[in-house]
Each structure stands twice: as C-alpha cells, then as structure tokens.
C-alpha cells in the first residue's frame, strides 16, 4: 500500500468551469486540471511533451488543453492531437502521450488518483449528510504549513483547543474528562466522556437545555478526520476535513462543517463559516509555528496520554509509508483521563 493509492480532493466542482485551467499538487506531483469531453475532469501531469512549459497555463480549446508556449494540443486522454508547427504534416504518434491520472466526482468535490493501479479499488470518502434534506454544508478551504500527520492529529485534538481557541472554542477550566481510544482496520475512533457545555461563544445556542453530550471523533486512512457532536434533537453537528499533502510540508485543507439546526439552519451559516474560519485560521497559526520547528529540529516528541490519539494516527501513516496495509495493525483500546 502507498499514498498514491488514495484519492485524493485536487478542486470544488465548482471551481472546474468548462474553460478553466487549474494548476495543482498532490504528493509533490504537479497536475493541470480541465474538463474535457462530456464535462468530466481531467488530470494530467502539468508539464508540456515538447519543451517542458506548464500546461496549467495554457487555455482549453474544444475541450482539450493547448500548451501556452508552441501550441501543442492535448485531448482528454493526454494524446497530442495537433502540433502548430507541423500544420498539415501533423501524424498522431503514441510516443506523444502525457500522463493522465484517473479522476472522480463525488459530493461536489473532483478527486484524483496518483496510482496508476491499485492492489485494492478505494473510493473516495462521502462526505457525512451532504446535499441530505434538513442538513445543512458549510465549506471553508485552507492551506498550512505542516504535514498531513500533524494536520490530521490537530483536527481531532481536544488539548489544544483551550490554549489556541480560548474562548472561541472552550476555556480552560481543569475539567476531568475520558476518552476511549481505538486503533482498528486503519482507523481511530475516540469517544468522550463526561463533556458539558464547555463549548466556546456558542455553547448556549448549540446546547441551549444542557443535554447530554455524545462527541465522536474518527480518524480514517489516510488523511480523513471527522469530529462529531450531538447534543439533542436539531443540534447536530460534523466537522469533516481532508487533508491533502501538497509537499512534504504542505497540506491544502478542504473542511465541510455540516450541522441540523431545525428552522436555524439557513440563517446560522453565516455564523458556522466566519467562527469554523476563525477556528481554523487559529490552527494554521500555530501549525506553522509548529512545522518551523520541525524543520529545524525534527519530529522527536514527548507524549503523554492523552496523545493516545496522535500516536495512532501516526503508526497508520508510518505503515502506509513503509510500503505496509495499516489494518494488519494490532487492534487496540485505550482509555484515558485528561484535563482541559
């Protein structure tokens, strides 16, 4: 198993126009991305066969992808099927194919795929509710200065979120909490106990009757994160965020807060986009803080329990990158008490 077997978010669908060109990276590989014929997006390597231009600069004629330097025209297969400069003496060769990577669309999302196959067929992930009646989708986008295991474990990381969102996102009040954490099939599942309405500005409105919390957080294979609470009928809430490693050090972050409100669903958005992008525009911080550190003195940590969570995930990433399928992972389940 290998990174490049996942799919991976390279754009919203809305984002790819008919006549759009959009540059992209994934896994340090550099795409252009199009729609070609019958609307569907297509990925090649953004590199030009002729002199090495960027095809993400070019323009889409026809539904293919012509090359801003010389002219070189691209189809939806990565075939070159006209040269400028050859005018009528133009003959297609099977020696003029770019590298095309396999692309899907899913849930309002256009997904690749580096791998050119796969010891197993993986799928994109659906996103919890979206387009459901009576649920509602917020989708904010950010990039950060960090890797993807460090972005992942910072999603689903209690321990911070009184230090870096004071306020915004829980206070600090030394409040004993559990968890159970579980390492299973390529995934962490974390269950809390004993939450109340530590819950920031908005504790009041999204746990008005004090109702019994029930907070999930997940992590799946390779780069997905999920945190979810209930609190009651209408007060449903889920933060879903795909981490995608542009470099080593480089993570663009795609984020769907999707929430049931009852009757407050289209008027709260406006308030679920600015506080979940102040949230995250608080993470990016510190995570940049953090990844200089990084490179300056590497990735040697000092755990404690409650980073149960974070050495999960980073056991699942390890084996993907050695070559290895996370799920012969031994299952484990760990309880935890911590303070916040």
């Not at 050495?311 to 760990?334: K, M, N, T, Y």
Request: aromatic share 12%; net charge neutral.
């Amino acid at each position: 198993m290998k990174f490049e077997d996942f799919w991976y978010i390279i754009a919203l669908s809305e984002q790819l126009q008919p006549k759009t060109v959009l540059a992209r990276t994934v896994l340090g590989e550099w795409l252009a991305i199009f729609r070609g014929e019958n609307g569907e997006p297509v990925a090649l390597r953004d590199r030009c066969l002729h002199r090495n231009s960027r095809l993400s600069v070019g323009k889409v004629c026809n539904h293919a992808l012509q090359c801003p330097y010389h002219g070189w025209v691209y189809d939806s297969h990565g075939k070159v099927i006209a040269v400028p400069s050859e005018g009528d003496n133009f003959k297609p060769s099977p020696h003029r194919q770019a590298k095309v990577y396999a692309t899907k669309e899913q849930d309002g999302y256009v997904y690749v795929r580096l791998a050119d196959s796969s010891s197993e067929d993986f799928t994109p992930f659906p996103m919890p509710y979206y387009g459901q009646p009576g649920w509602e989708t917020v989708r904010v986008i950010n990039r950060f200065q960090n890797n993807v295991t460090n972005c992942a474990e910072n999603f689903i990381d209690i321990p911070h979120t009184a230090s870096v969102h004071p306020g915004v996102f829980r206070t600090s009040r030394k409040q004993k909490l559990e968890m159970t954490v579980e390492r299973k099939d390529g995934s962490v599942l974390v269950e809390y106990q004993n939450e109340t309405t530590n819950l920031g500005w908005y504790a009041g409105f999204l746990n008005a009757q004090g109702t019994k919390i029930e907070h999930i957080d997940r992590f799946y294979m390779p780069n997905i994160t999920s945190v979810e609470y209930k609190m009651g009928k209408n007060r449903r809430l889920l933060i879903t965020s795909q981490s995608i490693p542009e470099t080593d050090n480089t993570t663009l972050v795609y984020t769907d807060v999707t929430y049931n409100y009852g009757i407050w669903n289209w008027f709260a958005r406006p308030f679920v986009w600015w506080t979940a992008q102040h949230i995250i525009g608080q993470d990016v911080k510190i995570l940049g803080i953090q990844g200089e550190a990084i490179a300056k003195y590497g990735t040697k940590f000092q755990n404690t329990p409650a980073d149960t969570i974070h050495v999960f995930v980073e056991s699942i990433r390890d084996a993907i990158a050695a070559g290895e399928d996370p799920r012969s992972l031994s299952h484990q389940s760990v309880k935890v008490t911590f303070w916040v």
